[in-house]
């Protein structure tokens, strides 16, 4: 109760609404949305992940799309071949995802900046056909239909609201681990890293420690992510996991905002809605000239739109609307420090 | 076109052949990263789907204007470096003076409006692009080339030696290596510096369009069909020292020819190559992080 009372009213607030509407969601819309929502827990799980690399190490991703497929994979090989109940192989989806972004770590911890960004896209590309190629093993594209999971009896819920507490609910432990790994020492050691690496290294930081243990956490999270992706839609398919779904995670992220707590959770909520609402829109009008609108071109207009006007995402805009909020009274913190881009480079 | 080598040796002879001619392709996508990377520090993760861009400029020109191939590839390669210096311009120039992570992530979001708009144009079917040079094989003492694929590697070593002889005997390539170098310096004696990485863009715009022009009728043209040469492009140029235009052109042949071999003697080698292309980048980046002329770097272009 004492750590609770530090916080401020607003985030009380606004922590207390929070948790209402997302036990409201599945009570008030249909199936498909309550499904919509549970893909949301996922997405906001494995920008978690994505944050703690690229948000707070300052590490550059784009491959944590990789790191999912070999979470949902393991979960669908273990339930669709040794039949391993779908629950269980959530962990060690994860410890098998961690392993894997730790062994990717490890020659990764000498790249960094651009290197970092080239190696891990061409892991984001070479990911679809790899699993296509070991297709006795993974079943190629036409992909592995997993049974579907049901709710327990007890629960009386529908088996889209059981996904969906599920997921929200594996998705507010991942949040409370990865803020306590923010907040202690390791987090501390991420971010003196993103901000300089020579002086992070001065003060006694292990670049090479650090650097694998964040991709090995970060992978860890994709690996949940991707397990539970899989078990969601009781399927999995190469082209899930293709660049785009990389490139998705990172404008999720930037949008959200870059080393934000919360970003991930905005950021989740762009990487489902956007698609969703652009294809709805269907077609770009130009007087008499029409456009089958692609969500990509508005994946790609946003992310310009953001990096320019609010370069510390969405989260950056909020928090720079408490420090107004605050600051008539005290001095703006810089912890929020919403004017400057997030990610520096040294 | 597909004559079975009678013996293992012209076999491997020919394949290594093949091997160059797709080489060369990387080679000058890699030369247009390189350009770019010069210029500001930055690797350009559009430059694959500009590229595709341009093709597809190349395909309705060609398919519904109906202008001849001739026409079309200087006038695609016209437009390419327009669209370029237009692309700098309007979405690179805002974010000049950014960290570098912040630039990477702009052209990942030019990435992803250059490929949904051509998605939203063009659709998302494969489309036959014509090549020039006929398929017919010449007979080199028993290794069997085909003409197109001579073709390609002409073309390819025409536009290397444009862009090197651009850079070295004209003033514009002369400013452009001086602005690269020393951007400061390069303004107080009236090189505007900004311009010149406009120039720069479009260069890299123009050299990615003959790339693209030369890879599609092989690969067949879709929206996502330059993903794969980027990648080979990539690591063309980490093996060459990714500030090397030398090492860019030995780099995408080394590769072109790596990955021919692996598609042959490899089983499933041929899904394999985009693993391939990574092994590759990780490690160069692992075992010689400078590449093979990093060295090099001193003479910037």
Known sequence: MSRLKGLPIPVLIAAGLGAVVLFGIPLVTDTFFTFLFANVAVYVIALMGLNILTGYSGQISLGNGAFMAVGGYTTALLVHRLHVPYLATIPIAGLVTGLFGFLFGFPALRLSGIYLALATFALALSVTPVINNFDTFTEGHTGINMKPAHAPAILQLSDEQWLYFLSWGIAAVMFIISWNIVRSSTGRAFMAIRDSETAATASGVSLSYYKTLAFAISALFSGVAGALLAIVAAYVNPDNFSLQLSLNLLVGLVVGGLGFRFGPVIGGLVVVFLPYYSEKIATIQFSSFSLPAKPDIFNGILLLLILFFAPSGVMGLIMRGFALYNGRRTAVRSRAAPAEPVLEEK | ?301
């Open chain 2, 1 to 301: 076109m597909y004559l079975a080598a009678t013996d293992p040796v012209t076999a491997l002879v020919q394949q290594v052949v093949g091997g160059i001619a797709s080489g060369a392709v990387y080679a000058i996508l890699a030369l247009a990263l390189v350009l770019i990377y010069r210029a500001m520090d930055l690797a350009n993760f559009a430059q694959g789907e500009m590229a595709m861009f341009s093709t597809f400029i190349a395909y309705s020109l060609i398919t519904t204007v109906h202008l001849s191939y001739w026409v079309v590839f200087p006038l695609t390669i016209l437009i390419s470096f327009a669209g370029g210096v237009l692309v700098e311009r309007v979405i690179i120039r805002p974010f000049e003076g950014n960290p570098v992570i912040t630039l990477v992530i702009v052209t990942l979001a030019l990435f992803n409006l250059v490929n949904g708009t051509a998605g939203a144009v063009w659709g998302y079917i494969q489309k036959p692009f014509p090549s020039p040079f006929p398929s017919r094989p010449l007979d080199f003492a028993g290794v069997f080339v085909s003409v197109d694929k001579l073709g390609v590697l002409a073309v390819c070593l025409v536009v290397l030696a444009a862009i090197f002889a651009f850079f070295r005997y004209t003033k514009v390539g002369l400013a452009m290596r001086a602005a690269a170098l020393y951007p400061e310096s390069s303004q107080l004696v009236g090189v505007r510096v900004s311009w010149m990485l406009a120039l720069g863009w479009g260069l890299a715009a123009a050299v990615g369009a003959v790339a693209g022009m030369m890879i599609a009728p092989i690969t067949f043209l879709d929206p996502n069909f330059m993903q794969p040469i980027l990648l080979f492009a990539f690591a063309a140029a980490v093996l060459g020292g990714i500030e090397s235009p030398v090492g860019a052109l030995v780099g995408g042949v080394l590769v072109g020819v790596l990955l021919a071999l692996v598609g042959t003697y490899i089983p499933g080698g041929q899904n394999l190559r985009l693993a391939f292309g990574l092994v590759v980048i990780v490690a160069v980046l692992l075992l010689r992080p400078a590449g093979l002329f990093g060295r090099a770097a001193v003479t910037r272009v």
